[in-house]
T-cell receptor, first 122, second 117 residues
Framework: GAGVSQSPSNKVTEKGKDVELRCDPISGHTALYWYRQSLGQGLEFLIYFQGNSAPDKSGLPSDRFSAERTGGSVSTLTIQRTQQEDSAVYLC????????????????????FGPGTRLTVT | AQTVTQSQPEMSVQEAETVTLSCTYDTSESDYYLFWYKQPPSRQMILVIRQEAYKQQNATENRFSVNFQKAAKSFSLKISDSQLGDAAMYFCAYCVAGGTSYGKLTFGQGTILTVHP
């Protein structure tokens, strides 16, 4: 079946503008993760969704960042009043089951990544 | 907090030769999972191999194998018979296992692998 898709592939925006990044997980995957990949910080976790709820938002760098997930499927990461330090590749991943409990085996928790959105703030 | 360290920013290998990428991690957890991901220029992260910490046997996937040393907290990746298509950025990653873990991954800084024909 189709993999994780993300849109747009690339986004250039002016400092101070708001942006929305979209993630379409694999159908049937209940867990969804957002990560950010930047030169200075490497790959870092942002937020985790189980269904439509976000039990772990600990990685969101500031209150300018927010995310939602609707219908247990599509997720949107919104960055308000973008700053130059927000420039990065934003990666989304989904897995069949969230967390790493013993039920289902490790393969059920394997995260499948999308191709990312490269955000450039000028 | 858990940390993952990849001490080799760049590595190179001749086609058909073998190369080993290093990874160390720090954790106080007893049960966890370790992964190696490959990221080609397309940016798509691809899972290469995974290891459950409670398993003593090293994982293997075709030309890819790991040397998992739990006491030393070391998890190196060996690529045998290297191919041009293996050229990519490789990330070592960790997540806590079981219970309330959300499965969020902690990544190392990455190693760029170049394969020479």
């Amino acid at each position: 079946g189709a993999g994780v898709s993300q849109s747009p592939s690339n986004k250039v925006t002016e400092k101070g503008k708001d942006v929305e990044l979209r993630c379409d997980p694999i159908s049937g995957h209940t867990a969804l993760y957002w990560y950010r990949q930047s030169l200075g910080q490497g790959l870092e976790f942002l937020i985790y969704f189980q269904g439509n709820s976000a039990p772990d938002k600990s990685g969101l760098p500031s209150d300018r960042f927010s995310a939602e997930r609707t219908g247990g499927s599509v997720s949107t990461l919104t960055i308000q009043r973008t700053q130059q330090e927000d420039s990065a590749v934003y990666l989304c991943a989904s897995s069949l089951i969230g967390g790493t409990g013993l039920a289902g085996g490790l393969s059920s928790y394997e995260q499948y990544f999308g191709p990312g959105t490269r955000l450039t703030v000028t | 907090a858990q940390t993952v360290t990849q001490s080799q920013p760049e590595m190179s290998v001749q086609e058909a030769e073998t190369v080993t990428l290093s990874c160390t991690y720090d954790t106080s957890e007893s049960d966890y999972y370790l992964f190696w991901y490959k990221q080609p220029p397309s940016r798509q992260m691809i899972l290469v191999i995974r290891q459950e910490a409670y398993k003593q046997q090293n994982a293997t996937e075709n030309r890819f194998s790991v040397n998992f040393q739990k006491a030393a907290k070391s998890f190196s990746l060996k690529i045998s018979d290297s191919q041009l298509g293996d050229a990519a950025m490789y990330f070592c990653a960790y997540c806590v296992a079981g219970g309330t873990s959300y499965g969020k991954l902690t990544f190392g800084q990455g190693t760029i692998l170049t394969v020479h024909p």
